[in-house]
Protein backbone atom coordinates (compact mmCIF):
# COMPACT_ATOMS: atom_id res chain seq x y z
CA UNK A 1 0.00 0.00 0.00
CA UNK A 2 1.36 3.62 -0.51
CA UNK A 3 3.46 5.32 1.88
CA UNK A 4 0.44 8.61 1.49
CA UNK A 5 -2.69 6.11 2.09
CA UNK A 6 -0.63 4.49 4.98
CA UNK A 7 -0.43 8.32 6.35
CA UNK A 8 -3.90 9.09 5.56
CA UNK A 9 -4.95 5.79 7.75
CA UNK A 10 -2.88 6.45 10.37
CA UNK A 11 -4.07 9.87 10.96
CA UNK A 12 -7.54 9.15 10.47
CA UNK A 13 -7.51 6.28 13.19
CA UNK A 14 -5.69 8.58 15.65
CA UNK A 15 -8.07 11.33 15.46
CA UNK A 16 -11.33 9.10 15.39
CA UNK A 17 -10.34 7.40 18.20
CA UNK A 18 -9.23 10.78 20.00
CA UNK A 19 -12.33 12.53 18.66
CA UNK A 20 -14.30 9.69 21.03
CA UNK A 21 -13.80 11.93 24.22
CA UNK A 22 -13.73 15.45 23.78
CA UNK A 23 -17.59 16.23 22.42
CA UNK A 24 -18.45 14.08 25.73
CA UNK A 25 -16.44 16.32 28.05
CA UNK A 26 -18.20 19.53 25.85
CA UNK A 27 -21.77 18.28 26.06
CA UNK A 28 -20.72 16.53 30.25
CA UNK A 29 -19.80 20.39 30.85
CA UNK A 30 -22.54 21.58 29.73
CA UNK A 31 -25.14 20.10 31.92
CA UNK A 32 -22.97 20.29 34.80
CA UNK A 33 -23.12 23.79 34.29
CA UNK A 34 -26.79 23.01 34.14
CA UNK A 35 -27.42 21.00 37.47
CA UNK A 36 -25.02 22.90 39.31
CA UNK A 37 -26.98 26.49 38.15
CA UNK A 38 -29.79 24.90 39.01
CA UNK A 39 -28.79 23.57 42.59
CA UNK A 40 -27.70 27.60 43.10
CA UNK A 41 -31.10 28.40 41.83
CA UNK A 42 -34.07 26.43 43.57
CA UNK A 43 -31.58 24.82 46.61
CA UNK A 44 -32.66 21.53 45.58
CA UNK A 45 -29.72 19.00 46.77
CA UNK A 46 -30.14 16.41 44.14
CA UNK A 47 -29.10 18.94 41.20
CA UNK A 48 -25.74 19.37 43.01
CA UNK A 49 -25.62 15.35 43.63
CA UNK A 50 -26.08 14.79 40.14
CA UNK A 51 -23.26 17.76 38.93
CA UNK A 52 -21.09 15.57 41.59
CA UNK A 53 -21.73 12.70 39.59
CA UNK A 54 -20.86 13.23 36.34
CA UNK A 55 -17.89 15.59 36.91
CA UNK A 56 -16.32 12.09 38.15
CA UNK A 57 -17.18 10.67 34.53
CA UNK A 58 -16.32 13.82 32.98
CA UNK A 59 -12.82 13.63 34.52
CA UNK A 60 -12.37 10.39 33.13
CA UNK A 61 -13.38 11.65 29.77
CA UNK A 62 -10.98 14.45 29.90
CA UNK A 63 -8.15 12.48 30.85
CA UNK A 64 -7.88 10.07 28.34
CA UNK A 65 -8.69 13.15 25.73
CA UNK A 66 -5.38 14.59 26.78
CA UNK A 67 -3.57 11.32 26.33
CA UNK A 68 -5.23 10.24 23.31
CA UNK A 69 -4.17 14.33 21.66
CA UNK A 70 -0.91 14.14 22.29
CA UNK A 71 -0.36 11.69 19.64
CA UNK A 72 -1.20 13.38 17.10
CA UNK A 73 1.18 16.55 17.28
CA UNK A 74 4.14 13.76 16.89
CA UNK A 75 2.58 12.73 13.38
CA UNK A 76 2.42 15.74 12.01
CA UNK A 77 6.29 15.63 12.28
CA UNK A 78 7.08 12.40 11.21
CA UNK A 79 4.29 11.70 8.68
CA UNK A 80 3.55 15.25 7.61
CA UNK A 81 6.50 17.24 7.75
CA UNK A 82 6.04 19.23 4.50
CA UNK A 83 2.71 20.02 5.51
CA UNK A 84 3.54 20.93 9.14
CA UNK A 85 6.20 23.42 7.68
CA UNK A 86 3.93 25.10 4.99
CA UNK A 87 1.01 25.74 7.77
CA UNK A 88 3.34 26.07 10.56
CA UNK A 89 2.45 29.49 11.60
CA UNK A 90 -1.28 29.01 10.99
CA UNK A 91 -1.25 26.25 13.36
CA UNK A 92 1.15 27.31 15.89
CA UNK A 93 -0.87 30.80 16.21
CA UNK A 94 -3.86 28.81 16.82
CA UNK A 95 -3.05 25.75 18.89
CA UNK A 96 -0.90 28.65 21.12
CA UNK A 97 -4.00 29.90 21.81
CA UNK A 98 -5.85 26.68 22.25
CA UNK A 99 -2.93 26.24 24.96
CA UNK A 100 -3.28 29.73 26.70
CA UNK A 101 -7.13 30.27 26.68
CA UNK A 102 -8.58 27.06 26.73
CA UNK A 103 -6.23 24.00 28.25
CA UNK A 104 -4.99 25.82 30.68
CA UNK A 105 -8.25 27.58 31.91
CA UNK A 106 -10.08 24.09 31.15
CA UNK A 107 -7.46 21.97 33.72
CA UNK A 108 -7.04 24.52 36.37
CA UNK A 109 -10.90 25.06 36.84
CA UNK A 110 -11.20 21.20 36.63
CA UNK A 111 -8.66 21.19 39.74
CA UNK A 112 -10.99 23.03 41.87
CA UNK A 113 -13.75 21.60 40.72
CA UNK A 114 -12.48 18.21 41.92
CA UNK A 115 -10.61 19.31 45.05
CA UNK A 116 -13.02 21.98 45.77
CA UNK A 117 -16.38 20.29 46.32
CA UNK A 118 -17.69 21.25 49.69
CA UNK A 119 -14.23 23.51 50.34
CA UNK A 120 -15.30 26.69 48.79
CA UNK A 121 -18.61 28.27 48.26
CA UNK A 122 -21.29 27.06 45.99
CA UNK A 123 -20.82 30.08 43.66
CA UNK A 124 -17.31 29.95 43.35
CA UNK A 125 -17.54 26.19 42.69
CA UNK A 126 -20.48 26.86 40.25
CA UNK A 127 -18.32 29.78 38.49
CA UNK A 128 -15.17 26.99 38.24
CA UNK A 129 -17.97 24.36 36.77
CA UNK A 130 -18.63 27.27 34.21
CA UNK A 131 -14.26 27.41 33.98
CA UNK A 132 -14.57 24.14 32.87
CA UNK A 133 -16.97 23.89 30.28
CA UNK A 134 -15.71 27.21 28.82
CA UNK A 135 -12.15 26.21 28.35
CA UNK A 136 -13.55 22.90 26.69
CA UNK A 137 -15.37 24.54 24.25
CA UNK A 138 -12.46 26.90 23.87
CA UNK A 139 -10.63 24.32 22.57
CA UNK A 140 -12.52 23.24 20.30
CA UNK A 141 -13.14 26.65 18.78
CA UNK A 142 -8.85 27.01 17.83
CA UNK A 143 -9.09 23.36 16.55
CA UNK A 144 -11.92 24.52 14.46
CA UNK A 145 -10.37 27.63 13.05
CA UNK A 146 -7.14 25.80 12.07
CA UNK A 147 -9.14 22.85 10.84
CA UNK A 148 -11.31 25.42 8.83
CA UNK A 149 -8.48 27.98 7.31
CA UNK A 150 -7.33 24.56 5.69
CA UNK A 151 -10.79 24.62 4.18
CA UNK A 152 -11.01 28.01 3.75
CA UNK A 153 -7.64 29.60 3.93
CA UNK A 154 -7.80 33.17 4.35
CA UNK A 155 -5.42 36.14 5.90
CA UNK A 156 -2.52 34.57 4.70
CA UNK A 157 0.42 35.13 2.04
CA UNK A 158 2.58 32.29 0.73
CA UNK A 159 6.58 32.79 1.35
CA UNK A 160 9.15 31.60 -0.56
CA UNK A 161 8.94 28.44 -3.43
CA UNK A 162 8.93 24.87 -4.33
CA UNK A 163 9.98 22.50 -1.02
CA UNK A 164 10.36 25.83 1.32
CA UNK A 165 6.99 27.68 0.98
CA UNK A 166 4.50 28.08 3.63
CA UNK A 167 1.99 30.11 4.56
CA UNK A 168 2.42 33.20 6.49
CA UNK A 169 -0.23 34.82 8.58
CA UNK A 170 -0.96 38.46 7.28
CA UNK A 171 -4.05 39.50 9.24
CA UNK A 172 -4.56 37.28 12.12
CA UNK A 173 -8.54 37.78 12.35
CA UNK A 174 -9.27 36.94 8.74
CA UNK A 175 -7.30 33.77 9.48
CA UNK A 176 -9.41 33.27 12.29
CA UNK A 177 -12.99 34.26 10.70
CA UNK A 178 -12.06 32.48 7.66
CA UNK A 179 -15.05 32.09 5.65
CA UNK A 180 -16.23 28.67 7.17
CA UNK A 181 -15.05 28.71 10.78
CA UNK A 182 -18.22 30.21 12.68
CA UNK A 183 -20.43 28.06 10.94
CA UNK A 184 -18.43 24.99 11.14
CA UNK A 185 -17.77 26.13 15.32
CA UNK A 186 -21.61 26.20 15.81
CA UNK A 187 -21.98 23.03 14.17
CA UNK A 188 -19.16 20.93 15.63
CA UNK A 189 -20.14 22.40 19.20
CA UNK A 190 -23.61 21.04 18.78
CA UNK A 191 -22.47 17.68 17.72
CA UNK A 192 -20.65 17.64 21.50
CA UNK A 193 -23.28 18.64 22.93
CA UNK A 194 -25.38 15.64 22.14
CA UNK A 195 -22.27 13.44 22.54
CA UNK A 196 -22.75 14.08 26.43
CA UNK A 197 -26.77 14.71 26.40
CA UNK A 198 -27.15 11.23 24.79
CA UNK A 199 -24.44 9.56 27.49
CA UNK A 200 -26.59 11.05 30.34
CA UNK A 201 -29.74 9.82 28.83
CA UNK A 202 -28.42 7.08 28.08
CA UNK A 203 -27.26 6.02 31.44
CA UNK A 204 -30.30 7.97 33.26
CA UNK A 205 -32.72 6.04 31.31
CA UNK A 206 -30.75 2.72 32.23
CA UNK A 207 -30.92 3.74 36.02
CA UNK A 208 -35.08 3.87 35.33
CA UNK A 209 -35.48 0.47 33.45
CA UNK A 210 -33.52 -0.97 36.33
CA UNK A 211 -35.60 0.63 39.19
CA UNK A 212 -32.19 2.54 40.67
CA UNK A 213 -32.21 6.09 41.57
CA UNK A 214 -35.39 6.40 40.10
CA UNK A 215 -36.67 10.07 41.11
CA UNK A 216 -33.25 11.68 40.87
CA UNK A 217 -33.05 9.85 37.57
CA UNK A 218 -36.83 11.59 36.15
CA UNK A 219 -35.26 15.11 37.33
CA UNK A 220 -31.92 14.40 35.23
CA UNK A 221 -33.75 12.77 32.66
CA UNK A 222 -36.29 15.84 32.26
CA UNK A 223 -33.61 18.55 32.34
CA UNK A 224 -31.16 16.52 29.88
CA UNK A 225 -34.27 15.27 27.77
CA UNK A 226 -35.16 19.39 27.12
CA UNK A 227 -32.06 20.34 26.51
CA UNK A 228 -30.84 17.38 24.02
CA UNK A 229 -34.58 18.58 22.00
CA UNK A 230 -33.20 22.03 21.48
CA UNK A 231 -29.67 21.33 20.27
CA UNK A 232 -30.97 18.40 17.88
CA UNK A 233 -33.34 21.15 16.33
CA UNK A 234 -30.78 23.95 16.44
CA UNK A 235 -28.34 21.24 14.81
CA UNK A 236 -30.60 21.26 12.11
CA UNK A 237 -30.50 24.70 11.59
CA UNK A 238 -26.58 25.07 11.77
CA UNK A 239 -26.05 22.33 9.50
CA UNK A 240 -28.03 23.75 7.04
CA UNK A 241 -25.89 27.08 7.29
CA UNK A 242 -22.70 24.84 6.96
CA UNK A 243 -23.67 23.44 3.88
CA UNK A 244 -24.69 26.85 2.16
CA UNK A 245 -21.41 27.96 2.86
CA UNK A 246 -20.05 24.64 1.63
CA UNK A 247 -21.83 25.62 -2.04
CA UNK A 248 -20.19 28.56 -1.69
CA UNK A 249 -16.66 27.64 -0.71
CA UNK A 250 -15.68 24.54 -1.80
CA UNK A 251 -19.26 23.94 -4.56
CA UNK A 252 -17.19 20.45 -5.90
CA UNK A 253 -17.08 19.08 -2.21
CA UNK A 254 -20.90 19.57 -1.85
CA UNK A 255 -21.31 17.88 -5.45
CA UNK A 256 -19.11 14.92 -3.84
CA UNK A 257 -21.40 14.87 -0.86
CA UNK A 258 -24.54 14.84 -3.09
CA UNK A 259 -23.29 12.50 -6.05
CA UNK A 260 -23.67 15.26 -8.47
CA UNK A 261 -22.09 15.07 -11.31
CA UNK A 262 -23.41 17.52 -13.70
CA UNK A 263 -23.86 21.22 -13.49
CA UNK A 264 -27.76 21.20 -13.42
CA UNK A 265 -30.73 21.53 -10.91
CA UNK A 266 -29.88 19.16 -8.72
CA UNK A 267 -32.15 16.85 -6.65
CA UNK A 268 -32.27 15.71 -3.32
CA UNK A 269 -30.75 12.45 -2.07
CA UNK A 270 -32.41 10.50 0.95
CA UNK A 271 -30.13 7.83 0.31
CA UNK A 272 -28.33 5.68 -2.28
CA UNK A 273 -25.22 4.92 -4.15
CA UNK A 274 -22.95 6.35 -6.55
CA UNK A 275 -21.60 4.72 -9.44
CA UNK A 276 -18.63 6.90 -9.61
CA UNK A 277 -17.21 5.06 -12.96
CA UNK A 278 -20.60 6.39 -14.93
CA UNK A 279 -21.01 9.28 -13.11
CA UNK A 280 -24.56 8.70 -12.16
CA UNK A 281 -26.40 8.55 -8.56
CA UNK A 282 -28.91 6.00 -7.92
CA UNK A 283 -31.20 6.06 -5.00
CA UNK A 284 -34.25 7.53 -3.05
CA UNK A 285 -34.56 11.45 -4.15
CA UNK A 286 -36.33 14.63 -4.05
CA UNK A 287 -35.96 16.28 -7.48
CA UNK A 288 -34.51 19.43 -8.08
CA UNK A 289 -34.51 19.33 -3.96
CA UNK A 290 -31.24 20.00 -3.30
CA UNK A 291 -31.20 23.44 -5.65
CA UNK A 292 -34.54 24.37 -3.33
CA UNK A 293 -32.27 24.33 -0.42
CA UNK A 294 -29.67 26.23 -2.18
CA UNK A 295 -31.69 28.65 -4.02
CA UNK A 296 -35.11 28.69 -2.98
CA UNK A 297 -36.15 27.64 -6.45
CA UNK A 298 -36.25 24.56 -8.49
CA UNK A 299 -34.39 25.72 -11.69
CA UNK A 300 -30.98 27.69 -10.89
CA UNK A 301 -27.98 25.12 -11.39
CA UNK A 302 -25.66 23.77 -8.58
CA UNK A 303 -22.22 23.42 -9.87
CA UNK A 304 -21.45 19.35 -10.45
CA UNK A 305 -18.11 17.25 -10.23
CA UNK A 306 -18.08 17.72 -14.09
CA UNK A 307 -16.70 22.07 -13.80
CA UNK A 308 -13.67 20.26 -12.12
CA UNK A 309 -10.97 18.21 -14.04
CA UNK A 310 -10.59 14.42 -12.51
CA UNK A 311 -6.86 14.75 -10.46
CA UNK A 312 -9.00 17.73 -8.46
CA UNK A 313 -11.70 15.93 -7.47
CA UNK A 314 -13.00 13.85 -4.29
CA UNK A 315 -10.99 10.48 -4.84
CA UNK A 316 -13.78 8.63 -2.81
CA UNK A 317 -17.31 10.30 -3.90
CA UNK A 318 -19.58 7.45 -2.74
CA UNK A 319 -17.63 7.73 0.50
CA UNK A 320 -18.29 11.21 0.49
CA UNK A 321 -21.74 10.64 0.07
CA UNK A 322 -22.43 7.94 2.42
CA UNK A 323 -20.80 9.17 5.72
CA UNK A 324 -22.83 12.70 4.54
CA UNK A 325 -26.21 10.88 4.28
CA UNK A 326 -25.26 9.19 7.55
CA UNK A 327 -24.58 11.90 9.16
CA UNK A 328 -27.82 13.55 8.32
CA UNK A 329 -29.89 10.71 9.01
CA UNK A 330 -28.68 10.48 12.40
CA UNK A 331 -29.73 13.93 13.08
CA UNK A 332 -32.91 13.85 11.66
CA UNK A 333 -33.31 10.88 13.94
CA UNK A 334 -32.13 12.08 17.11
CA UNK A 335 -34.68 15.16 16.26
CA UNK A 336 -37.42 12.70 16.03
CA UNK A 337 -36.49 11.02 18.92
CA UNK A 338 -35.97 13.62 21.16
CA UNK A 339 -39.51 15.61 20.18
CA UNK A 340 -41.54 12.70 20.18
CA UNK A 341 -39.62 12.05 23.78
CA UNK A 342 -40.77 15.71 24.97
CA UNK A 343 -44.42 15.27 23.63
CA UNK A 344 -44.89 11.91 26.30
CA UNK A 345 -42.88 14.56 29.01
CA UNK A 346 -45.25 16.79 28.46
CA UNK A 347 -48.02 14.45 28.41
CA UNK A 348 -46.97 12.50 31.84
CA UNK A 349 -46.26 9.41 29.70
CA UNK A 350 -42.68 9.57 29.11
CA UNK A 351 -41.37 7.11 31.85
CA UNK A 352 -44.16 4.67 31.18
CA UNK A 353 -42.61 3.71 27.83
CA UNK A 354 -40.10 1.06 28.50
CA UNK A 355 -39.30 0.51 25.04
CA UNK A 356 -38.54 4.25 24.51
CA UNK A 357 -36.11 4.42 27.46
CA UNK A 358 -34.11 1.10 25.60
CA UNK A 359 -34.07 3.23 22.99
CA UNK A 360 -32.38 5.92 24.93
CA UNK A 361 -30.32 3.43 26.16
CA UNK A 362 -28.30 2.40 22.76
CA UNK A 363 -29.01 5.82 21.50
CA UNK A 364 -25.73 6.70 22.89
CA UNK A 365 -23.67 5.78 20.29
CA UNK A 366 -25.79 7.69 17.64
CA UNK A 367 -24.02 11.34 18.05
CA UNK A 368 -20.52 9.72 18.57
CA UNK A 369 -21.19 8.16 15.09
CA UNK A 370 -23.05 11.14 13.47
CA UNK A 371 -19.69 13.33 14.60
CA UNK A 372 -17.57 11.24 13.38
CA UNK A 373 -18.65 10.57 9.62
CA UNK A 374 -19.28 14.38 9.57
CA UNK A 375 -15.93 14.97 10.09
CA UNK A 376 -14.93 11.73 7.07
CA UNK A 377 -17.46 13.52 4.84
CA UNK A 378 -15.62 17.11 5.84
CA UNK A 379 -11.90 15.85 4.93
CA UNK A 380 -12.34 13.37 2.23
CA UNK A 381 -14.28 15.99 0.60
CA UNK A 382 -11.52 18.23 0.81
CA UNK A 383 -8.81 15.82 -1.09
CA UNK A 384 -7.10 16.04 -3.12
CA UNK A 385 -6.01 19.01 -1.40
CA UNK A 386 -4.49 18.91 2.33
CA UNK A 387 -4.73 22.95 2.05
CA UNK A 388 -7.48 23.46 -0.30
CA UNK A 389 -6.32 25.00 -3.73
CA UNK A 390 -2.37 25.20 -1.75
CA UNK A 391 -1.00 22.52 -1.16
CA UNK A 392 -2.10 18.56 -2.37
CA UNK A 393 -1.87 15.58 0.55
CA UNK A 394 0.26 13.66 -1.97
CA UNK A 395 3.16 16.85 -1.81
CA UNK A 396 2.59 16.90 2.30
CA UNK A 397 4.09 13.68 3.36
CA UNK A 398 7.75 13.59 5.41
CA UNK A 399 10.34 12.49 2.49
CA UNK A 400 12.33 10.40 5.05
CA UNK A 401 8.94 8.02 6.36
CA UNK A 402 8.35 4.79 4.87
CA UNK A 403 5.45 2.68 3.73
CA UNK A 404 6.61 0.03 6.40
CA UNK A 405 7.21 2.24 9.15
CA UNK A 406 4.06 3.55 8.92
CA UNK A 407 2.53 0.25 8.62
CA UNK A 408 3.86 -0.63 11.96
CA UNK A 409 2.62 2.72 13.65
CA UNK A 410 -0.52 1.79 12.57
CA UNK A 411 -0.33 -1.94 14.19
CA UNK A 412 1.02 -0.29 17.16
CA UNK A 413 -1.81 2.39 18.17
CA UNK A 414 -3.99 -0.19 17.10
CA UNK A 415 -3.06 -2.06 19.82
CA UNK A 416 -2.74 0.77 22.14
CA UNK A 417 -5.88 2.37 21.53
CA UNK A 418 -7.93 -0.85 21.73
CA UNK A 419 -6.37 -1.19 25.13
CA UNK A 420 -7.01 2.37 26.49
CA UNK A 421 -10.74 2.03 25.00
CA UNK A 422 -11.38 -1.28 26.77
CA UNK A 423 -10.29 0.63 29.74
CA UNK A 424 -11.98 3.30 29.18
CA UNK A 425 -15.44 1.76 29.04
CA UNK A 426 -14.42 -0.70 31.85
CA UNK A 427 -14.27 2.91 34.15
CA UNK A 428 -17.55 3.91 32.56
CA UNK A 429 -19.11 0.84 33.44
CA UNK A 430 -17.89 0.67 36.84
CA UNK A 431 -18.66 4.19 37.78
CA UNK A 432 -22.18 3.19 36.15
CA UNK A 433 -22.81 0.47 37.69
CA UNK A 434 -21.75 1.60 41.57
CA UNK A 435 -24.40 4.35 40.90
CA UNK A 436 -24.84 8.18 41.99
CA UNK A 437 -24.00 8.51 45.87
CA UNK A 438 -27.79 10.14 46.94
CA UNK A 439 -26.98 10.39 50.66
CA UNK A 440 -23.32 11.79 50.14
CA UNK A 441 -24.24 15.05 49.46
CA UNK A 442 -26.86 15.28 52.15
CA UNK A 443 -24.67 14.06 54.96
CA UNK A 444 -21.85 16.74 53.42
CA UNK A 445 -24.23 19.37 53.96
CA UNK A 446 -26.11 17.88 57.59
CA UNK A 447 -22.75 17.74 58.77
Known sequence: METEILARIQFALTIAFHYIYPPLSIGLGL??????GIYLRTGKVEYNTLARFWTRIFSLTFGIGVATGIVMEFEFGTNWATYSRYVGDIFGSALAAEGVFAFALESTCLGIVLFG???IKPVWHFLATLGVFLGSMCSAVWIVIANSWQQTPAGYVVAGEGMQAKAVITDFWAMVFNP?????????????????????????????????HVEISKKAFKVTLIVGTIFSLLQLASGHSSAEGVAKNQPEKLAAMEGHFRT????????????????????????????????????????GLD?????????QVNAVFQ??????AIGMFLIALTVFASFLLWRGKLYDKRWLLRIFVWAVILPQ???QVGWFAAEMGRQPWIVYKLLRTSDALSKAVTAHQILFAIILFTIVYTILFILFIYLLKKKIVHGIDEHEEQATITA
Do not use: C
Open 307 to 315: QYPMEDRPG
Open 323 to 328: FYHIMV
Open 264 to 303: EPADLYLFGWVDKKNEVTHGVKIPNGLTYMLHYDTETPVI
Open 180 to 212: SSIDRIWHVWQGAFLAGIFLVLSVHAWYLLKGR
Open 369 to 371: IGN
Open 117 to 119: WNK
Open 31 to 36: LMVIFK
